[in-house]
């Protein structure tokens, strides 16, 4: 039952690396870059349990504090270097 | 000694206890040394306040997490159904909405509950209004009832 | 006692992997940035919750079980501040939100951002 979910979760993530790929905007790609993270806490929290080494769970710790700081930290690079017109002009074509 | 360097210490103490899980002479040494130090640091940046540990909110805030639990639970489904609709026909908004004064960590606790759950995100709070934009019009009905506001008014006291 | 907590426990990751997937399409299929990220933040509480809750009813130890539950607060935590940082950023950039215009079709806001 494990493996059941292990592999929705990836089928999830498959989904959210396509949105990264497809974009089209730069923050669209964060985006999916987050939620990719967040599955990737999962995955590694249930991965744990269907291999019985619950020790994996220090490692989806960190990961979820990575996570975030990753967000933060793309975000305030990118907010200071402002791709914001390309950004805006690519979904007047939606 | 503050009350919320107490506080903060016996956190520290739970948080290093229940990740090692190693109950040895070695490890309460090394423990007591880091949580010691962590203190002492945050002392030195004058970040043990009542904004980093707001210990007046604690009589009210399992009460409030219960309601914010429920209300989660409300809109994961409605947004779920959207998701899974076949016509998706979206209403989307974006509106500034008034609201009266709240404390500097009521603001938070106040948008940040709203970006929490599904359907609605905040993107700027001011002094008197919050600016919200939402997956359908009926969320920000719901927001401008105001019972949210209401019950993040009442932690305070 | 343990039979049904096992059965909850399936339960909850059953829903929490369907709740998963949900988010995901969801990302797929939404027309605009501002629209996903209410897609995205469906993974980050329910399904989070649910898969973290199914897996701390078969928790071995106290110390699984505290650790999962710090899983669980540090995501709730940090998803709504990601997600107010990425739509603050965005607006700020000058990325306009999908609205319904007069003919109920959604266009991009013409109107400067943060107004009704």
Redesign the interface.
């Known amino acids: 039952m494990f493996t059941a979910v292990t592999i929705a979760v990836l089928v999830a993530m498959a989904l959210a690396l396509f949105r990264a790929y497809a974009g089209p905007t730069l923050y669209d790609r964060i985006l999916a870059v987050n939620v990719f993270g967040t599955k990737t806490v999962l995955l590694i929290a249930i991965v744990g349990f269907l291999m019985g080494r619950p020790e994996f769970l220090d490692i989806a710790m960190v990961y979820a504090l990575m996570n975030f700081i990753t967000v933060i930290g793309i975000l305030r690079f990118f907010e200071y270097s402002s791709p914001g017109k390309s950004a805006n002009s690519e979904t007047v074509k939606d | 000694m503050k009350i919320q360097t107490l506080s903060l210490g016996v956190l520290l103490v739970a948080?290093w206890a229940?990740?090692s899980?190693l109950f040895k002479p070695l490890m309460y040494g090394l423990g007591t040394a880091s949580v010691l130090l962590v203190l002492l640091i945050s002392s030195r940046m004058k970040v043990i306040d009542s904004e980093s540990q707001p210990l007046n909110l604690t009589k009210n805030i399992p009460g409030y997490y219960l309601w914010l639990l429920k209300e989660?639970?409300i809109s994961?489904i409605k947004?779920?159904g959207?998701?899974?609709r076949s016509n998706?026909h979206?209403?989307?908004?974006?509106?500034?909405i008034k609201m009266d004064h709240l404390s500097e960590i009521g603001k938070v606790i106040y948008?940040?509950?709203i970006?929490?759950?599904?359907?609605?995100?905040?993107?700027?709070v001011t002094d008197n209004s919050i600016?919200v934009?939402a997956?359908d019009k009926s969320s920000i009905a719901e927001i401008e009832s105001g019972e949210m506001e209401a019950r993040v008014r009442k932690l305070d006291k | 006692m343990s039979i049904v907590a096992t059965y909850l426990s399936w339960a909850l990751l059953v829903i929490g992997g369907l709740l998963c997937i949900s988010g995901s399409v969801g990302l797929l299929r939404f027309p605009d940035f501002f629209t996903r990220m209410h897609a995205a933040s469906v993974t980050d509480t329910l399904a989070t919750g649910m898969i973290l809750a199914g897996l701390m009813l078969q928790a071995p130890t106290w110390i699984v079980l505290a650790k999962l539950i710090m899983i669980l607060v540090f995501v709730l935590l940090t998803g709504p501040t990601a997600g107010h940082a990425l739509a603050k950023a965005a607006l700020h950039s000058g990325l306009k939100p999908l609205l319904p215009g007069k003919s109920g079709v959604l266009e991009a806001d013409t109107k400067p951002s943060g107004g009704v």
């Open positions: 948080f229940l990740n899980g989660l639970v994961n947004v779920v959207t998701i899974w998706l979206l209403q989307p908004a974006l509106v500034t948008a940040n509950s970006s929490l759950t599904p359907g609605t995100v905040t993107t700027e600016t934009h997956l």
